[in-house]
Each structure stands twice: as C-alpha cells, then as structure tokens.
C-alpha cells in the first residue's frame, strides 16, 4: 500500500508537471525558465489528485468496495476469499489513469466494482482530470477556445471509437453464426459478443470501458479484450497506439495531443507559404525534430519489439492462439507497454525473461522518449518572443483546424501502424468470413 500507491500519485503528478511545463513554453516571452518540476509535483498531488482521490474511494466504499485491513476469510468449502484496502487503491488506480487491479481481475471483480454505478464512477474518474485540463489549457495561454478545441478534437476521436468498438461487439462473433448459439439481445440476455465479459455489464458497458481505458493512459479493464472479436479488439490496440491522445493520461494526453497541434500548424504553414506558428510562437525546425522524436520513438518500440517477438521461437512460444490473433496479443503487448497503458489481451504469457526485459525496455523508451523532447519544445518555445498574428496565420481554436487535427492524428496513425495491423486483427477478421 506504501509503495505502490507513492508510485500511482506520482505517475500522475508527473505528467500534470509536464505538461504545466510546456504550457509555460507557449505562454512565457523570453524566458529561460519554464518553472520548478518539485513545486508542480507537489502542487498536483496535495490540491487536485488526493483530495479527488479521497472522495473517489468514499464513493465506491458507499457502491460496496471494500476497505478493510481484515484476514483473508477461509469458507467451510476451502476456498480463500482475498480482502485488503481496496477502494483507496482502485481511487488513484483510475484517477491517476494507473491500471492495475487490486485484483487479479480487475474492475471486473465485484470487490473492486461491484455494481453499475460504481462501474460510472471508474470511467468518470479515468476522465475526469484529462478532460478538465483541457479547459486548464485554455484558461492558462488567456484564450479558453483553445482549450476548447483541442477538447472538441478528442471528443471526435472518442466517439468514432466508441461506435466502432460497440457496433463490433453488439453484432456478436461471426465465427458462430453457423452454430446453434443465440448472440440477439432479448430481455432475457444483452446478447451480442459476451465472451469474457460480466453479465451485469453487458458488450455495452465493457466496449464503453474498454475504449476508455485505451483512450487513457489506463490498464484497468473490466472485461477480457483477448476475447473481443478482431475489428472490437482492433479499437482499443489502435487507440492505445495512437499515443493514448484522445483525452489520455493524466497530463500525458493533451501533451501528447499537443505534439500533434505543433504538427497540424506546420503542416498548415507549408501550404501558404509561411514559418508555421502557435499561439504566437514561431514552430521551426528544432521543435518539429523534437516533435518528430516523441511521436516515432514509441512508434518504434512497439514495431521493432513486435518484429523482434515473432523472430523469437522462445516468445512465440508464449502465444496462446498461434495465427493472426496471436500476432495481435505480441503487438498489443509491446503496444501497451511503450505508450504507458498496462493493459493487455490476456492471452500472452508475458512472464518470461525475453518479455521481461523486452517490454520494460520499451516502458522506458515509451516514456522518456516523449517526455524529454516535450521538455526540450517547451524550453525552446519559452525563449521565444510572441509573434503578432497574420493574414496567413492559421486560427487554431476553429472548427477547420479541429478537422485538420483529427486528420493529422488518424494520418500518422493509419501511415505507421496499418501494415502490422493487417497483419492481426484484419486478417483475423477476414478469416472469419
């Protein structure tokens, strides 16, 4: 409880510090400071991530959670019923978009979720502090439309993902349709694909989770995403790749989100013909290397890790569905590691030394490969002067640049990971027909 939880609240505490930083950047003229990381990791934790935290865990205690310091209760049929102070961890878990489980099975566990009201509270606490520093954003460079717009361009992402991830689940496994198995939602039964969901949360809820869980920085699950059908799976891989920008991780997200507005403005300079800017900072060619180096690192973690597994007899061997879906399980491993997610398919065996060290390389890589350069743009922006706008600089807080940001996202996303995944969850989906 002591370490485990000093590293949850930091986790979170240094992607709000990060990301301040940065804002700073852009706001700052002049400067050769973009403030103290202590003084921010302090400030995130005592006033936003314990206080919420707190009223978190009284919430879930109130749905049923437990909390409790008692032993281990021992039935007269032998079996062990774990206890343990479960809603204070399960708090920041989801808070701090940290994953895990208290539990072996996660935010499926009726200990840790017991109900559907408490299953709300898990996905409003993934959300909650993403979303608002959105709107933290905006009140922070003095023009809340940006704030707005970067909320609106993440929000499009959401939705396009949920639907997808929904539609794929409620249609049921194709691989059944000839088989004598009912997969229509009647009211006796929410019908669909429930392979490795709770029956109390449906394909509704558990697509609904998953999408959020993958759209953040958060491992938690509450249902088996191995045993999603392969375009439903294919959702939550994607977003978790994407660098977990559509909201993401606390801090994490919209830094990352951000990363990609630097590259939707230069874009946008290139086609009339002007040095690109940002909130009256000029984009030049060290912030778009910078860019450059935090968008492809992990990129590159996850495709060479992947290459690297399935050249490797000994981490093959770890697949529990030789074939395309056993593809999916390595790439969706090396996928969660390198972009600070914690899920995973469940099918894969990851407890060997090759996945051991294999996936941590990659946590590190995934990790410092971003936050470094986002330091280094920040720094660099807060030496800056500001630049008056123009008649071609291109206004950032409206519908069209909203378009152009999602096209960005979807673009780099489509361009770097489409081949690998043909290679899994698409051929998967194909043989099925």
């Known amino acids: 409880m002591l370490g485990l939880t000093v590293q949850n609240f930091l986790s979170a505490a240094t992607g ?24 921010d990791l302090v400030r995130a934790t005592l006033y936003v991530l314990l206080p919420l935290s707190a009223i978190i865990a ?5 749905q049923g959670t437990i909390q409790t310091f008692a032993a281990y209760v021992h039935t007269a049929s032998g079996q062990v019923i774990a206890m343990g102070p479960v809603a204070s961890q399960v708090a920041i878990k989801m808070l701090g978009t940290n994953g895990g489980g208290f539990f072996n099975a996660n935010s499926a566990h009726p200990f840790e979720n017991p109900n559907a009201l408490s299953n709300l509270i898990h996905m409003l606490a993934i959300f909650a502090i993403p979303a608002a520093l959105c709107l933290t954003f905006g009140k922070m460079v003095k023009d ?27 249609r049921g496994n194709a691989g059944l349709k ?16 429930m392979e490795g969901k709770e029956v109390r949360f449906g394909t509704g809820a558990t697509s609904l989770f998953a999408t959020i869980t993958t759209s953040a920085s958060c491992g938690a699950v509450n249902g088996w995403h191995d045993s999603f059908t392969p375009l439903g799976g294919l959702v939550p891989l994607w977003l978790i790749q994407l660098g977990e920008v559509v909201f993401g991780g606390v801090g994490s997200g919209l830094y990352g989100m951000l990363l990609f507005a630097l590259v939707a403005v230069f874009i946008g300079g290139l086609m009339v013909g002007r040095t690109p800017e940002y909130l009256g900072k000029k984009i030049e060619a060290f912030e778009m290397k910078m860019a450059s180096i935090a968008i492809l690192l992990p990129s590159a973690a996850i495709l060479i890790g992947t290459a690297a597994a399935v050249l490797s007899t000994t981490a093959t061997a770890s697949v529990s569905n030789p074939g395309p879906h056993g593809f999916t399980q390595i790439l969706y491993a090396f996928s969660s590691a390198s972009q600070n997610n914690g899920s995973a398919f469940g099918g894969l065996s990851v407890n060997i030394p090759f996945y051991n060290y294999g996936l941590a390389l990659a946590m590190l890589v995934g990790r410092f490969g971003v936050i470094l350069p986002v330091l280094a743009i920040a720094g660099s922006l807060g030496r800056k002067k500001v630049t008056p706008e123009g008649l071609g600089t291109l206004p950032t807080h409206t519908p069209l640049f909203v378009a152009v940001l999602v096209g960005v996202v979807l673009l780099v996303g489509a361009l770097t990971y489409l081949p690998a995944l043909a290679l899994g969850p698409i051929a998967e989906q194909l043989a099925l027909r």
């Open 16 to 39: 709000m510090a990060v990301l301040v930083a940065l804002i700073r950047g852009l706001v700052r003229r002049t400067s050769n400071g973009i403030g103290n990381a202590w003084a």
């Open 58 to 62: 009284l919430l879930l205690v109130s």
């Open 144 to 170: 809340r439309r940006q704030g707005w717009a970067v909320l609106a361009a993440m929000t499009l992402l959401f939705v396009l993902a949920l639907s997808a991830t929904t539609w794929a689940e409620a």
């Open 178 to 193: 000839n088989l004598p198995v009912d997969q229509v939602a009647t009211l006796q039964q929410g019908g669909g694909n």
